[in-house]
């Protein structure tokens, strides 16, 4: 099954097209999440291999760990993508889908930094730390 939906960064200079079959989406909230994100946590959301297509390239890029670059438009800031090296299976920003609906959080990883009174998205698998098992 194909679903294919567009996405763009704010200012609309990044744009994607992405098949969400097989996708996965959750909340991480880790600190560099919540400081890249300005904000509680991020939510990303991931597709099998070959199922991103850019339109146009996000063209800025920040290390901010060893495990990982975010890429971001240079333009507007907008953060796009988690990228892990070889572990990269296409993570964006979930709130870059020019149509987000339909889709469920359905993990949470780095909760041991979630913040005080925010209660765990319901039926959605809860992690403290990071996980490859989703
Ligand atoms: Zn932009
Ligand atoms: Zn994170």
């Given at each position: 099954m194909v679903d294919l939906r567009a996405g763009s960064c704010l200012c609309g200079a990044v744009r994607y097209e992405i098949n969400l079959d097989g996708h996965r989406t959750g909340n991480c909230h880790c600190r560099d999440c919540q400081k890249n994100g300005g904000g509680p946590f991020m939510t990303f959301t991931t597709v099998p291999q070959g199922q991103l297509r850019w339109l146009s390239r996000p063209d800025g890029a920040a290390r901010?760990?060893?495990k990982a670059v975010r890429r971001f438009c240079s333009h507007c800031g907008t953060p796009m993508t988690w990228d892990g090296g070889e572990?990269?299976?296409?993570?964006?920003?979930?709130?870059?889908?020019?149509d987000p609906s339909g889709?469920?959080?359905?993990y949470e990883i780095f909760?041991?930094?979630?913040?005080?009174g925010l209660p765990p998205v319901p039926g959605a698998r809860q992690y403290e730390g990071g996980t490859s098992q989703y």
């Open positions: 901010a760990s060893n572990n990269d299976n296409n993570n964006v920003s979930t709130g870059t889908l020019d889709l469920a959080i359905s909760t041991r930094s979630r913040w005080a």
